[in-house]
């Protein structure tokens, strides 16, 4: 989404954007208030504020409004489990600061947040999605702290960089994404002020309408990532996150969009493009990026695989951007240009490829650096450009259905990496992009939601 801005709204410190309106404003969206004492395997529904531990039992739950997981409190959910949206109360599920969500499954047997819509009939935009805040740092004020987007009145940052704020694991997110107002969405995974204590891993966001994954600050690092089929950005940075992720897909589907123009990657350091510490600073590797390389409809509904903008700081290596319209890596902002040319951000050992201008400046960084510059200085860096999608030699990286994002035999993507003064984090491996021959998506991805029996 286009990036925010803080104002003073009625009284408090809230965030807004300048992104376009997602939904109709009209549909309900139940605050979520008071305490619920209920026993939620009995009533198979969760909603309202929850201040004490829940353990699921298995099986079907309908999410009913705005759903608060309070300081102190544990939401642990098996294997297994759906959770639908109820139909007439679009909800949400927020797990506030102090709390914790154990949301574990396994590849053969994932937890589903969903619509409650019958099979055939799903939207995006049925639900909210699922928020996470934590005291983890941001470059945000901490008195007071700032408030989450997407109308849910709830505050996120702090001073724990290793906050824990749980587990999520082999865990699929569809059809979510609404507006509490202009500007202030849910996206399918938000993360406020996350902090590395917390572990994220194997998890699919699809048909979102709005971001896929939107991190405001923190320092949470991730792994086995899908972002598959959504409307905005696929993975969109902001107010000083510095968190790892390794191991992660964004594929757009033609078909899909809004007026905002998604794009692989957003990210600012803030909506004013501030100095503000710490910056924004994601640490990328193994990310495979896929536009929809001239489909009808891409040009009104997808921008470039990667946007720097705003004074944002960044780390992108071993990775694959491909088949994105209106370019690849985009440096915008003479800050964030800067920190290119001086090396305090980096892109190394990368294959990229756009449909036009697979490196990018806009005005203000190309007063700080060159298209010439920039290419030259990433090619030196072990990147490769190429002018064919198909010389990278993905298996069906462009099939909506049923992608195959594994390297052909002789494919470039298959050797090529560095991991050189990289943190031990990241996992090296000699593969570019997300994958190498084992597909660590089987058994518990799905790239057909809209026709699953849940």
Not at 364 to 374: E, H, K, Q, W
Request: with cysteine.
């Amino acid at each position: 989404m286009n990036k925010l801005t803080q104002l003073l709204f009625a009284g408090v410190l809230a965030l807004t954007a300048t992104s376009c309106v997602k939904v109709n404003f009209e549909d309900p969206i139940a605050g979520g208030t008071g305490t619920n004492a209920d026993d939620p395997n009995t009533t198979r529904i969760l909603k309202g504020s929850y201040e004490r531990s829940i353990t699921l039992t298995g099986g079907t739950y309908t999410i009913q409004g705005y759903v608060y997981v309070q300081a102190g409190a544990t939401l642990t959910i098996p294997a297994g489990t759906i959770l639908k949206s109820d139909i007439s109360q679009k909800g949400a599920l927020i797990i506030e600061r102090g709390a914790k969500i154990e949301a574990v499954g396994t590849a053969s047997n994932p937890i589903v947040f969903t619509s409650g819509k019958a099979a055939g009939s799903r939207l995006r935009g049925d639900w909210g999605g699922i928020i996470i805040l934590g005291n983890a740092p941001t470059n945000r004020p901490l008195s007071p702290a700032p408030l989450v987007e997407g109308g849910v009145d709830r505050r996120y940052g702090g001073t724990t960089a290793n906050d824990n704020s749980g587990t999520m694991r082999y865990v699929r997110i569809e059809f979510a994404g609404i507006a509490a107002e202009p500007g202030s969405e849910i996206n399918g995974l938000t993360l406020g002020g996350v902090g590395s204590g917390t572990t994220l891993e194997y998890i699919q966001v699809s048909y979102g309408n709005d971001d896929a994954y939107e991190f405001f600050g923190g320092t949470v690092n991730l792994k086995y990532l899908l972002s598959y089929a959504t409307s905005d950005d696929d993975y969109d940075f902001d107010f000083g996150y510095v968190g790892k992720i390794q191991y992660a897909v964004a594929q757009r589907n033609p078909e899909i969009g809004d007026s905002d123009a998604g794009n692989g990657v957003e990210a600012d350091n803030d909506g004013s493009g501030t100095s503000a510490r710490p910056f924004t600073r994601p640490e990328l590797s193994n990310f495979t990026w896929i536009g929809s390389n001239g489909a009808p409809n891409t040009q009104a509904l997808e921008n470039f695989a990667h946007r720097w903008r705003r004074g944002v700081r960044f780390s992108v290596r071993n990775s694959i951007l491909m088949g994105f319209p209106k370019g690849g890596f985009s440096l915008e902002s003479a800050l964030t240009g800067t920190a290119y040319s001086n090396d305090t951000s980096d892109f190394r050992n990368n294959l990229v490829h756009a449909l036009v201008e697979p490196y990018k400046v806009d005005a203000a960084a190309g007063a700080v650096i060159t298209v010439a510059a920039v290419r030259t200085k990433a090619e030196g860096n072990g990147c490769i450009t190429y002018t064919n999608a198909a010389d990278i030699m993905l298996t069906a990286p462009f099939n909506v259905t049923a992608p195959n994002f594994l390297p052909m035999t002789g494919s470039p993507a298959l050797t090529g990496a560095s991991f050189t003064g990289m943190d031990a984090f990241f996992t090296p491996v000699t593969f570019r992009g997300a994958f190498g021959t084992a597909n660590w998506t089987t058994g518990w991805a799905s790239y057909t939601p809209q026709t699953n029996t849940y």
